[in-house]
């Protein structure tokens, strides 16, 4: 049976790690979960994070995956290297990736962050920008108000506009030209926030280089599936599966439209 890539998410933010994992890695089978029971992650504690990663990755572990790809910002900056000394297989976190993106792309040196109040608080992209680059300077923004809008479907509504524009305002007047979108959720909310710093702010997206760094893992450990048939991923959520569902259809359609889904809903755990 082909082993799986294991991705997990506060909700339904994850689901733009998939997208890119299903567009680079055409035929390796995802495996996602969403807790979308007790999303937002971001305010909650570092301890409370740190358990219900836990309790997903023990969930996940049971489809014996060949790989954890922990999709969540906060997630990452607080329980990457804690499920890393739980686990035998390669664990992939979200924000090296989104750094070094941003190191990347960045002219001037001064890039912004915009994230949970969790990740914020971690100064986990902070860390990971200056260990590649010491003399960066980072403006970090919590934007509180975003996941959790994403979480309700509502990123393409007419409201969408003025609620980026209300959390973004306080890095408009910074000198920055990256914004880091450190949270998955972020991306579901790309025009609008586009719109919002103008076109001389290049938007950074993790999704992108996280699914390269899983398929490099991939390759170094010689774990590429070998297999050239369409895989069967599966979907599984903590609360109610209706909104997930929609959101996750709607995101992934050209992905997935041809491929059999398994929607499944566990009991919360």
Not at 95 to 115: D, F, H, N, Q
Not at 216 to 222: D, E, F, G, H, K
């Given at each position: 049976m082909q082993q799986a890539i294991a991705v997990l998410d506060s909700g339904v933010g994850g689901l733009t790690v998939v997208k890119e994992v299903m567009k680079q890695l055409p035929h390796e089978k995802v495996i996602y979960f969403g807790d979308t029971a007790r999303s937002p992650y971001g305010p909650r504690p570092a301890s409370e994070v740190r358990h219900f990663t836990r309790q997903i990755v023990d969930y996940l572990l049971q489809f014996n995956p060949k790989m954890i790809v922990i999709a969540c910002n906060t997630a990452t900056a607080v329980a990457i290297e804690d499920i890393r000394a739980r686990v035998s297989i390669p664990v992939v976190g979200v924000?090296?990736?989104?750094?070094?993106?941003?190191?990347?792309?960045?002219?001037?040196?001064?890039?912004?962050?915009?994230?949970t109040d969790g990740t914020i608080r971690s100064q986990a992209y902070e860390t990971a920008l200056r260990q590649i680059s010491p003399d960066i300077h980072v403006y970090s923004e919590a934007c509180p108000l975003l996941a959790p809008f994403v979480e309700r479907g509502l990123f393409s509504s007419d409201r969408a506009h003025s609620i980026v524009e209300q959390s973004l305002?306080?890095?408009?007047?910074?000198?920055?030209?990256?914004?880091?979108l450190g949270c998955t959720h972020y991306p579901f909310?790309?025009?609008?926030?586009?719109?919002?710093?103008g076109p001389e702010v290049t938007l950074i997206s993790s999704a992108e280089e996280t699914a390269r760094d899983i398929s490099?893992?991939?390759?170094?450990?010689?774990m590429q599936t070998k297999s050239n048939e369409i895989p069967i991923h599966q979907f599984f959520c903590s609360g109610t599966p209706i909104v997930f569902r929609q959101i996750?259809?709607?995101?992934l359609k050209?992905?997935?439209?041809?491929i059999p889904v398994v929607w499944q809903v566990p009991t919360i755990i």
């Open positions: 924000i090296s990736p989104g750094a070094r993106a941003a190191i990347k792309m960045t002219r001037s040196g001064r890039i912004g962050v915009i994230g305002s306080p890095l408009k007047d910074k000198p920055i030209d990256c914004l880091i909310l790309m025009e609008s926030i586009s719109q919002v710093m490099t893992i991939l390759s170094q450990r010689n996750a259809e709607n995101w050209e992905y997935i439209s041809f």
